[in-house]
Structure formats: structure tokens, C-alpha cells
């Protein structure tokens, strides 16, 4: 984890520069100048994780009582991801809904909005590697512990069922699992 450290710091981020100059491929003369000013220029998974980690400390900071990070287990990191589904723009049907099950319902109904199954799952593998990153022991990580593990498989299924979409099938194509830099509160789930 040190070593992903030294990458992040590095003035040479041969990868960040390159994900840059594709996203703002139109618009050169700024990123040039970008790279003169800012050396360090964070990939959009950098800074997307920087982000959800002012996020988590934030959460952390009005939490009532008051939680340090040193005593943050895996409950609690559950009790941020449900916080969290109010934020959440993807319709997931509950059995009762005539639409569960339906990949692309005819109409409108109202059932709840929740963070996608994806997002938290990118959400976690972030938070999971910021801790390291930020001092905190591997062995300790709550973002690693099995509840939340298991938290993400259920509503992996659960959505895959609701919505009637396999997320089993995408994830088997791949070899390594995927990690978008799937951004927390703007991550609209296109409506399919
Ligand atoms: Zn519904």
C-alpha cells in the first residue's frame, strides 16, 4: 500500500497524465497549463477517492455520538451506506411493485431510490485502499470486514433481482474485477 502511495505522490504520474489528456482532449492549451501549475494532477479514480474520503471523515465528524476512525467497524460502515441510498438515484423495486423484476418498466412507480449496487461496491474498493493510504492497518480495515462483504453481495442480488439484471454475467467477462471511478452522488444509473 506504501508503494501505491509513492505512485499517487510521485511527480510523474505517467497514467494520470494520460487519462487526462484523453478527458480534456479538446481543450489543450489548459491541460497544458495544468501540468505546469499542478504537477500533481490526480486521476479521476484519485480524486474521486480523495472525495469519497472527505466524504466518509465528514460523516465520521457529525456522527452522533461522536465516532473516531479508530474505532469504525464494519457496522459502521454499514450504517454509511444506508445513509447513503438517500442520495441514491437508482430505482429499486420492491416485491409488491409490478414492475419487479422489469429491466425497463412502462411506467413510473413509486418505489424507492437507492446507490446501485456498483457504485458501492467502487465506493468500498475506494474507501477500502484511502485508509491504508491513510495510515490505518490493514488487518483493521472496516471497509475489508466481512459484514460489508456480505452487505454488498446482498444487494447485489437483491438489485439484480429487482431489477431484473445480471450483474453475474458482466463480472464473469472480466479478469480482473472492475474498478470504476464511478462518482458517489452524481452517478446516475442510465435508465435502461
Ligand atoms: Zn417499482
Not at 500533481?40 to 465528514?58: A, H, I, M, P, V
Not at 456522527?63 to 438515484?89: I, M, N, T, W
Not at 490505518?136 to 475489508?144: D, I, K, L, S, V
Amino acid at each position: 500500500m506504501n508503494l501505491n502511495q509513492e505512485l499517487v505522490n510521485s511527480s510523474n504520474p505517467v497514467t494520470t497524465s494520460m487519462l487526462i489528456s484523453t478527458t480534456n482532449s479538446n481543450s489543450i492549451a489548459s491541460s497544458a497549463s495544468n501540468s505546469v501549475t499542478s504537477p500533481t494532477t490526480l486521476s479521476r479514480y484519485e480524486s474521486q477517492k480523495r472525495r469519497d474520503w472527505n466524504t466518509f471523515g465528514q460523516y465520521l465528524r457529525n456522527h452522533r455520538p461522536p465516532l473516531s476512525l479508530s474505532r469504525c467497524s464494519g457496522a459502521h460502515v454499514l450504517e454509511f451506506l444506508r445513509y447513503l441510498d438517500q442520495f441514491g438515484k437508482t430505482k429499486v423495486h420492491n416485491q409488491l411493485c409490478p414492475f419487479f423484476g422489469h429491466p425497463n418498466p412502462p411506467a413510473p412507480c413509486s418505489c424507492p431510490l437507492k446507490q446501485a449496487w456498483g457504485s458501492l461496491d467502487a465506493l468500498i474498493g475506494r474507501l477500502r485502499a484511502a485508509y491504508e493510504e491513510n495510515g490505518g492497518r490493514p488487518e483493521a480495515n472496516p471497509f475489508g470486514a466481512r459484514a460489508v462483504r456480505l452487505y454488498l453481495r446482498e444487494v447485489r442480488d437483491s438489485q439484480s433481482k429487482a431489477r431484473g439484471i445480471s450483474y453475474e454475467k458482466k463480472k464473469r467477462k472480466r479478469l480482473s474485477p472492475p474498478q470504476h471511478p464511478t462518482p458517489l452522488m452524481q452517478a446516475p444509473h442510465p435508465p435502461i
